[in-house]
């Protein structure tokens, strides 16, 4: 089974919300054409950028937890990873739009955002030297300072985030080694601030936001145009 573990992680994360989508009076799976459409091109994206620090040896991957299949430098559970979070992700935004009527980040959306924002570009200047935080950090505040200008209601965004951040402890935790004798996932200190969360890079939060946003976004660019 050890050749699977990455894989099973991939279809733990997306067995439930992939079931719940076929909840009769609120279906995701309906919805299904705007969230592969967005999911397509941001995809792309993260794999290009996923693929150009694999080269670099800002991270990497351990074939003992791969099943051998790669495509390039990335192995094929990299690849679905960037389908099944999100999916997960932007099920998740979907149900709370019609089950959390009262939102409790609706008032102070936007004084999260502004400390998001001098957070995350303070700490891209202070690492501009280290890939992984200054891409990550640095693209999370150029996107967020997108949102706040386009005025964006991330109130359900936030929400989201902060419901799947116990998933994303348990899955990236064992990603990076946790419970493991070795880490599926390994990544160069010196391209980050070298802050773990247990073994987490403390960047693969602001890289998730990233990615968690950029796909809810793209799934409602994609709702509205159905519409």
């Not at 979907?94 to 936007?110: D, E, G, W």
């Not at 640095?138 to 985030?161: C, E, M, N, P, R």
């Amino acid at each position: 089974m050890k050749p699977f573990t990455y894989l099973l992680i991939n279809l733990a994360c997306i067995s439930i919300p992939l079931v719940a989508s076929f909840y009769p009076k609120h279906a995701f799976y309906k919805h299904w054409g705007a969230f592969f459409k967005a999911n397509a091109i941001i995809a792309i994206f993260f794999i290009i950028w996923d693929y150009a620090f694999t080269k670099m040896g800002v991270w990497g991957f351990n074939p003992e937890y791969l099943t051998g299949v790669f495509f390039g430098e990335l192995p094929l559970e990299e690849i679905l990873f960037f389908v099944c979070i999100p999916f997960c992700c932007v099920f998740s935004y979907f149900a709370f739009t019609y089950l959390v009527k009262t939102n409790p980040f609706k008032s102070n959306q936007h004084h999260i955002t502004t400390v998001l924002i001098v957070l995350t570009s303070f700490i891209a200047l202070q690492y501009y030297n280290h890939w992984y935080t200054a891409t990550a950090c640095g693209l999370t505040a150029i996107y967020l300072i997108y949102l706040k200008w386009k005025q964006v209601d991330l109130s359900y965004h936030y929400l989201t985030f902060l419901f799947i951040l116990p998933f994303f402890f348990a899955s990236n935790g064992i990603l990076t080694g946790s419970f493991l004798e070795a880490p599926i996932v390994w990544y160069n200190d010196a391209e980050n601030m070298g802050i773990r969360l247990f073994t987490i890079p403390v960047e693969d939060s602001i890289y998730g936001l990233l990615l968690i946003f950029l796909n809810i976004e793209g799934f409602r660019y994609f709702e509205s145009k159905a519409v």
